[in-house]
C-alpha cells in the first residue's frame, strides 16, 4: 500500500512561472488536504477537499489553486510563483473529516522559488 | 479561534533521560488532540491520538500524552529517550464540530537526544 504520493520531491522554479505539485492517495479517502510548512511555524491549510468536485480554502490560501475531479487525486497549482512561497508543501487525506480520524501525509514537495 | 501551542521549539535531553513535550490548546471545548512526528526529509507520522476515552493516550515507540481539561493541555512523555527519538514533534488539534477534519498545528518542537 502506497499510501500519499507526493511528486516530485524537489524543485526549483523561477519567479513567475507556473507549476502543479501533484498529490494521489490509494486509500480511498474521501477527505484530502494541502498545508505548507515554514521553519518555526508549523503547517498552515492551504485547501482542503471533503469529496470530488468539492474543495474549500484553509488559512492560507492566496496564490494557489486546487481541483478535485477523482476520488484518489488532489493537485495543487502555483500560477505565478513569488518567492514567499518557498516552502515544503504536504499532502494529506483521512477517510472522515469528524471522530478524530488522523491524518496521513505524504513525504512532501520541497520548492524553491528563485 | 483555535490555536495550539507548543512550549519550546528546541528540547535537548540526554539518552536515557525522560522527555517531556508541551502542547496546550486554547479551546473551551476540549478538541480531539493528535501529536504526529516528523524524522528529517519526510512526512508526518502519528504518534497517538486523543479522542474522549481515557485521559492517558499510549501510542507508537513508548510515547505517552495525557490529556487534562483543567489544564487545556496535551503534554507528550516518554520515560526513556532514545537516540532515534530525535525528530521535530507536532501538537494538532481538530474542533469537534468541524465535519473538514481540518487540524490546526502547534509550531513544532525539535527534539535532540544527547549520547
Known amino acids: 500500500n502506497a499510501g500519499v504520493t507526493q511528486t516530485p520531491k524537489f524543485r526549483i522554479l523561477k519567479i513567475g512561472q507556473s507549476m502543479t505539485l501533484q498529490c494521489t492517495q490509494d486509500?480511498?479517502?474521501?477527505?484530502m488536504y494541502w498545508y505548507r510548512q515554514d521553519p518555526g511555524m508549523g503547517l498552515k491549510l492551504i485547501y482542503y477537499?471533503?469529496?470530488?468536485?468539492?474543495?474549500d480554502k484553509g488559512e492560507v490560501p492566496n496564490g494557489y489553486n486546487v481541483s478535485r475531479s477523482t476520488t484518489e487525486d488532489f493537485p495543487l497549482r502555483l500560477e505565478l510563483a513569488a518567492p514567499s512561497q518557498t516552502s515544503v508543501y504536504f499532502c494529506?487525506?483521512?477517510?472522515?473529516?469528524?471522530?478524530?480520524?488522523?491524518?496521513?501525509f505524504g513525504d512532501g514537495t520541497r520548492l524553491s522559488i528563485l | 479561534a483555535q490555536s495550539v501551542t507548543q512550549l519550546g521549539s528546541h528540547v535537548s535531553v540526554s539518552e536515557g533521560a525522560l522527555v517531556l513535550l508541551r502542547c496546550n490548546y486554547s479551546s473551551s471545548v476540549p478538541p480531539y488532540l493528535f501529536w504526529y512526528v516528523q524524522y528529517p526529509n519526510q512526512g508526518l507520522q502519528l504518534l497517538l491520538k486523543y479522542t474522549s476515552a481515557a485521559t492517558l493516550v499510549k501510542g507508537i515507540n513508548g510515547f505517552e500524552a495525557e490529556f487534562k481539561k483543567s489544564e487545556t493541555s496535551f503534554h507528550l512523555t516518554k520515560p526513556s529517550a532514545h537516540m532515534s527519538d530525535a525528530a521535530e514533534y507536532f501538537c494538532a488539534v481538530s474542533e469537534r464540530s468541524n465535519q473538514g477534519g481540518k487540524l490546526i498545528f502547534g509550531q513544532g518542537t525539535e527534539l535532540s537526544v544527547k549520547p
Open positions: 477537499s471533503v469529496g470530488a468536485g468539492i474543495t
Open positions: 486509500m480511498n479517502h474521501n477527505y
Open positions: 494529506a487525506s483521512t477517510s472522515a473529516g469528524g471522530g478524530g480520524q488522523p491524518q496521513h
